[in-house]
C-alpha cells in the first residue's frame, strides 16, 4: 500500500497513513485521535471485535483500517448509527469489487454466495473531541480479502477471493470505502431528507430483517424473535414471545441470524 492517500475530491481525510505492523488500528488511533485520521496496516497483530473477540490475520492479505470521524452533539442520540454506515460504506466497496454481500445488524457484512459467511467486522468506538460540544468516533473495519479457507479462523468466516472475487485489490477497495464512509457521514450528519435516504438505503440491504434471530442479552437471557424493522435510531425491533421490543447495539451482546 502506498505511504500517504489523499482524500477524493470533496471528501474530508486528510490522508491515510500505512503502518507496517500494529497490535490495534483502533487502539493505535485512539492514543491519538484527530478528526477525519486514517490509519491502516499490512499485519494487524491483535485486532478486536465487538466485546474485546480477537481478530488477527497473515501478512497482507486483509483490509485492517480504522478512520476517525466528528460526532456533534445533535447526533450523540443517535450513535448506533455509525456502524450501520460503516457497514453501508463497506458494502459499497465489496460489491465494486465483484461480491455481493448483506449487512447482518449491527457490525458485520456477510456474503451470501458463500453461506452467509462473515466477509468483514466493524467495531465504533468513541474518544474525546477536539472541542467542547464534539466527540470523535473511530470506525474500525476489517475485511478479509486474499484468505484461503485454512487462513481463516473460523468455519463462519470467509474472504473475496473464496467469494470469486478476481484479484481483489486491497487499496482500491480501501479507497472505495472511505468515499462512502464520507458520503454516509454527510447524511448522518445533515439529518431531514438525507438521513432518510441513508435509513433507507440500510434497511434495503439489511439481511436481518424479516428473519428469526436469537438475542443474547447482556444479562445472559436469550430471546427468539423475528426482526420486524431497524427503526429511524438505527435500533432492532424485535416481535418475540413477550411482545414487541426495541434493541440497540449496546443492549446485544450477540444477534445470531436462523437459517434463511
Given at each position: 500500500?502506498?505511504?500517504?492517500?489523499?482524500?477524493?475530491?470533496?471528501?474530508?481525510?486528510?490522508?491515510?497513513?500505512?503502518?507496517?505492523?500494529?497490535?490495534?488500528?483502533?487502539?493505535?488511533?485512539?492514543?491519538?485521535?484527530?478528526?477525519?485520521?486514517?490509519?491502516?496496516?499490512?499485519?494487524?497483530?491483535?485486532?478486536?471485535?465487538?466485546?474485546?473477540?480477537?481478530?488477527?490475520?497473515?501478512?497482507?492479505?486483509?483490509?485492517?483500517?480504522?478512520?476517525?470521524?466528528?460526532?456533534?452533539?445533535?447526533?450523540?442520540?443517535?450513535?448506533?448509527?455509525?456502524?450501520?454506515?460503516?457497514?453501508?460504506?463497506?458494502?459499497?466497496?465489496?460489491?465494486?469489487?465483484?461480491?455481493?454481500?448483506?449487512?447482518?445488524?449491527?457490525?458485520?457484512?456477510?456474503?451470501?454466495?458463500?453461506?452467509?459467511?462473515?466477509?468483514?467486522?466493524?467495531?465504533?468506538?468513541?474518544?474525546?473531541?477536539?472541542?467542547?460540544?464534539?466527540?470523535?468516533?473511530?470506525?474500525?473495519?476489517?475485511?478479509?480479502?486474499?484468505?484461503?479457507?485454512?487462513?481463516?479462523?473460523?468455519?463462519?468466516?470467509?474472504?473475496?477471493?473464496?467469494?470469486?472475487?478476481?484479484?481483489?485489490?486491497?487499496?482500491?477497495?480501501?479507497?472505495?470505502?472511505?468515499?462512502?464512509?464520507?458520503?454516509?457521514?454527510?447524511?448522518?450528519?445533515?439529518?431531514?431528507?438525507?438521513?432518510?435516504?441513508?435509513?433507507?438505503?440500510?434497511?434495503?440491504?439489511?439481511?436481518?430483517?424479516?428473519?428469526?434471530?436469537?438475542?443474547?442479552?447482556?444479562?445472559?437471557?436469550?430471546?427468539?424473535?423475528?426482526?420486524?424493522?431497524?427503526?429511524?435510531?438505527?435500533?432492532?425491533?424485535?416481535?418475540?414471545?413477550?411482545?414487541?421490543?426495541?434493541?440497540?447495539a449496546g443492549d446485544v451482546v450477540h444477534a445470531?441470524?436462523?437459517?434463511?
Open positions: 500500500m502506498s505511504e500517504r492517500l489523499a482524500g477524493r475530491g470533496g471528501d474530508p481525510w486528510v490522508g491515510l497513513d500505512v503502518v507496517d505492523a500494529v497490535g490495534s488500528t483502533n487502539a493505535e488511533l485512539l492514543r491519538d485521535p484527530r478528526p477525519w485520521r486514517v490509519l491502516t496496516t499490512d499485519h494487524q497483530q491483535d485486532g478486536r471485535g465487538r466485546l474485546t473477540r480477537p481478530w488477527q490475520t497473515p501478512a497482507g492479505v486483509a483490509i485492517a483500517v480504522s478512520a476517525c470521524v466528528p460526532v456533534p452533539e445533535a447526533r450523540m442520540e443517535s450513535l448506533g448509527w455509525l456502524p450501520l454506515l460503516a457497514g453501508l460504506a463497506i458494502r459499497s466497496a465489496i460489491q465494486r469489487a465483484g461480491v455481493d454481500a448483506v449487512l447482518k445488524w449491527p457490525n458485520d457484512v456477510l456474503a451470501p454466495v458463500d453461506g452467509e459467511r462473515k466477509l468483514c467486522g466493524i467495531l465504533c468506538e468513541l474518544a474525546p473531541g477536539p472541542a467542547p460540544g464534539v466527540a470523535l468516533a473511530v470506525l474500525g473495519v476489517g475485511v478479509n480479502v486474499h484468505q484461503t479457507r485454512d487462513q481463516l479462523p473460523v468455519d463462519t468466516a470467509t474472504s473475496l477471493a473464496l467469494c470469486g472475487a478476481v484479484d481483489p485489490s486491497r487499496e482500491v477497495i480501501l479507497a472505495d470505502f472511505l468515499a462512502e464512509v464520507a458520503t454516509r457521514h454527510r447524511q448522518w450528519i445533515a439529518g431531514g431528507d438525507q438521513l432518510a435516504a441513508l435509513v433507507d438505503d440500510y434497511r434495503a440491504v439489511c439481511a436481518t430483517i424479516g428473519r428469526e434471530v436469537d438475542i443474547h442479552i447482556p444479562d445472559g437471557g436469550l430471546v427468539h424473535g423475528v426482526v420486524d424493522a431497524v427503526d429511524d435510531d438505527g435500533r432492532l425491533v424485535l416481535t418475540s414471545a413477550g411482545g414487541r421490543t426495541v434493541y440497540s445470531r441470524l436462523r437459517p434463511a
